[in-house]
């Protein structure tokens, strides 16, 4: 989501980061790695290609900033069409190499434990399963609302379409993903009832 | 229902979901009226965002930010490195310079070129130089490498054969034999400076010209003998500076019944000499005398 901080203090920071000022490309990286990796996960479904991907957009970052311009976009929305440009890209050498969505063996996260972590590994290969049937705006969308955390302004943005659009698309890219899970048998219960 | 309002009210609802503000069940109390339509898609999408809620692994994290960091340095120091102070100026301050430099050296180039065609027009005998054009059916070395004494030496010898065989001598043969004694000539204008074996060469030479040459005047008419006259005289010029008297040609007794007969006036008669005309005691003219060089 867009936190207090980014109304007034993000852009602080990437004029700084900008200038070339090691402690605010610091707090750019740690503001931005979870929501970047995340996103990128939801596109990839491999923790492994979410962790070199990620490191690759932050120095495509470092490369681009100097260019980015904020009556462009905001930050948020430039960073992102950085990490869907990765993403592509990446794609596009899968697809060379005939790889279709791998799905991870593990989620390496300390903070879970081994049942949890197994469940969220299931719940996410059932997510992205049926994800990767939806049409790519419907994908891309989902990923960029609920993995990156985007508002559906900034979202709009990074896409280059109009907000009501994009809230026409989250809303058949839900039902339809709800359709689907709702198909498949359940492997897991999440608990939340 | 109004056009779009479920999609306004579920993205409403999402945000405050995804935010954390407030839960399913609050949000579908504020719109009882949606609720058939909007739990499915809330609680979907509660589920959606539970799957995709990971965190990255601390290492990782930790790992790509010490790489960021690193490549950050390394880019900094590289723009410092390439980087002129004046990276920093935009285009349109120093473009009109670029400019004015691009055409002052093009203006020099320009200039150079010009003032180098034209020297070479003005002096190209001396600063030309001068392709090298193939003769292969030449053997004897070229006449710049030939010493006068060389050139006139073989001259004589090609002059002497031909009048041996009655070969038709050229005029343009005569006209470079007389060149090539008069610069024999221009080189013995301090004989005491040539070497004794070059002079008595040269003195071989010039009288074995001057003989032959005058074999040919009894014959030659016209232009030929005017060019004839003129070898002569240079090969005449040739003993003179060297000290040696020309022989004259021995007269021919004439016979008394003798008419004159016509003979091909180009063509060099080989000895004997022909016939004279009516003048059968005239001496070839001319028969200078020079004086001794010394």
């Known amino acids: 989501m867009s936190p207090g901080w980014e109304a007034g203090g993000e852009r602080a920071i990437v004029d700084a980061a900008r200038a070339g000022d090691e402690s605010a490309l610091a707090e750019l990286y740690s503001l931005y790695f979870p929501r970047v990796y995340r996103y990128i996960l939801a596109r990839m479904g491999n923790p492994y290609d979410a962790e070199d991907l990620t490191e690759e957009v932050f120095l495509r970052v470092l490369d681009a900033i100097k260019r980015f311009q904020w009556r462009e976009a905001p930050f948020s929305a430039w960073l992102f069409r950085i990490a869907h440009n990765a993403v592509v890209s990446q794609r596009r050498k899968e697809g060379a190499r005939g790889r279709c969505w791998p799905l991870s063996e593990a989620l390496p996260v300390d903070s879970q434990g081994p049942e949890e972590m197994v469940e969220n590994q299931l719940a996410l290969n059932e997510i992205m399963r049926a994800a990767e049937t939806l049409p790519e705006a419907q994908r891309r969308v989902i990923s960029l609302r609920f993995a990156a955390g985007l508002s559906v302004a900034e979202t709009a943005r990074a896409m280059d379409k109009g907000e009501g659009n994009v809230k026409v698309i989250q809303h058949k890219a839900i039902a339809k993903l709800r359709e689907m899970l709702n198909q498949r048998p359940r492997v897991y219960e999440k608990g939340r009832a | ?294």
């Open chain 2, 1 to 294: 229902m109004r056009r779009g309002e479920l999609e306004e009210i579920l993205e409403e609802c999402l945000s405050a979901l995804l935010e954390g503000r407030r839960s399913v069940e609050e949000s579908l109390s504020l719109y009882p009226a949606w609720r058939g339509r909007l739990e499915p898609l809330l609680r979907a999408a509660e589920e959606i965002a539970a799957a995709f809620d990971e965190t990255p692994p601390p290492q990782t994290r930790e790992r790509g930010l010490q790489r960021f960091l690193e490549a950050a340095r390394t880019r900094h120091r590289l723009r410092e490195i390439f980087s002129p102070p004046s990276v920093g100026v935009p285009w349109w301050r120093w473009a009109p310079a670029g400019l004015a430099a691009v055409i002052v050296i093009a203006a020099l180039a320009f200039l150079s070129a010009t003032l180098m065609a034209e020297d070479g027009g003005r002096f190209s005998d001396q600063v030309s130089v001068r392709p090298y054009i193939a003769t292969p059916e030449r053997t004897a070395p070229p006449a710049s490498v030939q010493s006068p004494l060389e050139r006139v030496q073989e001259q004589v010898a090609v002059l002497e054969e031909a009048v041996r065989q009655g070969e038709t001598v050229e005029v343009g043969f005569l006209e470079e034999l007389e060149e090539a004694s008069s610069e024999l000539a221009e080189s013995l204008e301090d004989p005491g400076e040539v070497e004794f074996l070059d002079r008595m060469a040269a003195v071989s030479a010039a009288s074995k010209e001057y003989k032959l040459l005058q074999s040919l005047q009894v014959q030659s008419s016209g232009y030929e003998a005017r060019v004839l006259e003129a070898s002569l005289a240079a090969a005449e010029n040739v003993l003179e500076k060297l000290g040696a008297t020309p022989e004259p040609e021995p007269t021919v007794s004439p016979e008394p019944t003798a008419s004159p007969e016509p003979t091909a006036a180009p063509t060099a008669t080989p000895s004997p000499p022909p016939t004279p005309g009516a003048e059968a005691t005239a001496t070839p003219s001319p028969t200078p005398v020079p004086a001794p060089a010394e």
